[in-house]
């Protein structure tokens, strides 16, 4: 439950975020679609700030810091982190950095996700950047990187698969309808996908 000094530092952190006014490319693909690679390569290339949903949330559960606990127990459980929360730790790292573009790995994760963020931030992205790969070549990349412990990980995998198509492509078609989709084919080697990236971020920069 929030309080009234919550309700006023929400208002306050949506005011500087809306003053700050960042250009924000939310960053989708699934599991092995190669998202980490080129957005880095982003970030060397055109100047914009990687910030993953993850990282951000794992960071905080390390903290010791009261919501950082209940993250954590949270994430042991499997139970899925409030997109409360996880909005709140965009905006501060958001605000807290120096520049004003931004790459959001791995957020919205559903249609829930990204109706909050826009409600609570007042901020849509300028596009989504998709990464559009078969599960057959995810499933090759991810099994490649994890030698050893194929048959431990193949079912696990097709989950990940399974949990992202299902979440993630309201999202995909949501900002679809606005003209706000990249696709990348991203089942081409790396060097080939970062040319088509470019094509999408050269006009910007």
């Known amino acids: 439950m929030g309080t009234s000094v919550d ?3 929400t208002e306050r952190n949506k005011t500087t975020l809306s003053e700050k ?35 951000l949330l794992r960071a905080e559960a ?16 499997g139970v899925i982190v409030p997109s409360e929360i996880t909005i709140k730790l965009l905006e501060k790292a958001m605000l807290e950095n120096e520049n ?6 791995g957020f919205p994760r559903n249609e829930e996700n990204r109706a909050a963020f826009e409600s609570i931030t007042g901020i849509e992205p300028e596009f989504v950047l998709f990464f559009d790969c078969s599960e057959e070549e995810m499933e090759r990349r991810l099994l490649t990187r994890n030698q050893g412990r194929v048959d431990d ?19 995909i078609n949501y900002y679809n309808s606005k003209g706000k989709v990249k ?23």
Do not use: W
Not at 64 to 77: A, D, L, R
Not at 100 to 105: P, S, V
Not at 157 to 171: A, C, G, N, Q, T
């Open 7 to 9: 309700a006023a530092n």
């Open 21 to 55: 006014n960042p250009k924000i490319v939310f960053v989708l693909g699934g599991p092995g679609s190669g998202k980490g690679t080129q957005c880095a390569n982003i970030v060397e290339h055109f100047g914009y700030t990687h910030l993953s949903a993850g990282d």
């Open 62 to 77: 390390q903290s010791g810091s009261k919501n950082g606990t209940m993250i954590e127990n949270m994430m042991s459980e």
């Open 100 to 105: 004003d573009k931004f790459l959001i790995d």
């Open 153 to 171: 990980n193949i079912d696990t995998i097709r989950k990940r698969f399974k949990v992202f198509l299902e979440s993630s492509l309201d999202v």
């Open 183 to 205: 696709k990348i084919d991203a089942g081409k080697p790396a060097g080939e996908v970062f040319e088509a990236v470019k094509a999408v971020f050269a006009p910007i920069r």
